[in-house]
């Protein structure tokens, strides 16, 4: 069986397709050979500041071409890339790295001010890389990235160590409580659970080995597109363009490092995008506002798939895109950093998908707090689990590895925490992470699904739904809200719609209104933040 490394695929795509994009940004094109060129480069770098075998590498970039050439480096030396959230500030910058124990950061410049301020607090750190941006020259303490990149280099570049599928990627994962956690993918084991050179729902096989990845490959072949709206820096962004990559696609990031619904749809017909990857009502929102605005002013026919994943996607946005993109598909995946394909709802013109309701993945079950499986249509609650290509593990946090990742049926399997319910056809209805349920009068309820309801009301932009201590029901349920421009929902009208849709004690009985929810780039929310709003609010009243 082949044991893959995504290094050793990434050359062969790129001598199969040399002059094929491979990054686009703006009016950069970056193709096949020249990525391989500047990764190899990259990588000689990294070897000869004495990084060696796994040594870790962080990425501390907005998107752009830069971010995958770091990942697809560090896979050539041997060495094992680790995400940075964009948005961290000095004391999570510091837990992050020396957690990590990062031994190389290349950052943008515009983080030198950050960056001179935490790196006399990481010793562990050999080389410091800046990618010039406009925002601040590269300081003398920093070696220029491209500088690095563009030097001529004999390839492919390979540590003394040589390539495994047993080398890791790690994703750090925040979440919304305690700090972030590295989770161990193999590299073996992740480009297999991303569909190991294949893509299911463009109906492509994975791929036995490199001679059958190799055949699929040449100038001849279909060309395939992907744009990543979201931060590459997280899960979803990241592990997409992989997909892409592994097809001989090329990856398309925005130019500016705010969202902007023209420009997306702007690059989108520019560039023939084939696939748009987004996450959830953060992204989905705003490109329909602006699609129901101007409808026909961008040609977007090139589209065959929009694809979310870590937070719910409304049925009436899905709904409303498909309108405009009657040629689609909306792929709507359940996952996580830790587990991916646990689920999938694909929603095409005339049959879209319910909230929360999806296909349970092949290596997927859902099990009961006495670890046996929940009988499909019994009505029972348990925790969503995937067994099959996993990762190892968290890195350097055995307490929160033995949590995760358990036994059930003698396998081991990744439990993140998602509460569900099976239905009688087998498919899964979420309900939301067991962290944030509310108890109210001895029933839990899932914010999730309270969130859900409250989002179908028209006056209602976005929500979240948190629990507020009472003496007598020990929680009630309060709905921060965010409104709809120029609107001003009441308690009672949001309760009176609740209760049309879901059980009566799972209606909110408090209510704040907020200018924003505030969600981060990867559409999650901070529920801890939220609830101290809410809990301020509520008492003052």
Known sequence: MTEWNFADVYELVAAKVPDRPCQVQGDRVITWAQFDAR?????????????THQSKVAAYLFNGPEYLEVYIAAFKAGLAPVNTNYRYGHDEIVYLFDNADAEAVVFHAAFVELVERVRHELPKVRRWYCVADGTAPVPEWAVDYESVVTASVAGPV?????????????????????????????????????????????????AADMDELGSRLGPDAPSFVLLSACPLMHGTGQFSSLIAMNLGGAVVTLPSRHFDVHELLREVERNKVNSIIIVGQAFAGPILDTLDAAPGQYDLSSVIMMSSSGVMWAQDNKEGLLRHLPQAALFDSFGSSEAVGMGASVSTAGGASQTARFQIGPACAVFDDLGQ?????????GMVAVSGFIPLGYYKDEAKTAQTFRTYEGQRWTVPGDWAEVNEDGTLVLLGRGSVCINTGGEKVFPEEVEEALKQHPLVRDAVAVGIPDNRFGETICAVVEAVPGAAPDLATLA?????????YKAPRHLVLVDTIGRAPNGKVDYKRLKGVALDQVTAG
């Not at 956690?181 to 994975?206: E, H, S, Y």
């Not at 499986?373 to 609650?381: A, N, Q, T, Y």
């Not at 009176?496 to 009566?504: C, N, P, R, S």
């Open 158 to 206: 390979r540590g003394p160590w040589g390539r495994s599928g047993d080398d890791l990627l790690l994703l750090y994962t925040g979440g919304t409580t305690g700090m972030p956690k590295g989770v161990m993918w193999r590299q073996d084991d992740l480009f297999n659970v991303l569909g190991a050179g294949g893509n299911a729902v463009l109906g492509i096989p994975p």
């Open 496 to 504: 009176d719609h609740v209760k049309e849709h879901l059980a009566h």
């Open 39 to 51: 990764a190899n480069a990259l990588a000689a770098d990294m070897l000869s500041a004495g990084l």
């Open 373 to 381: 499986r929940v009988v499909p249509g019994s009505g029972e609650r």
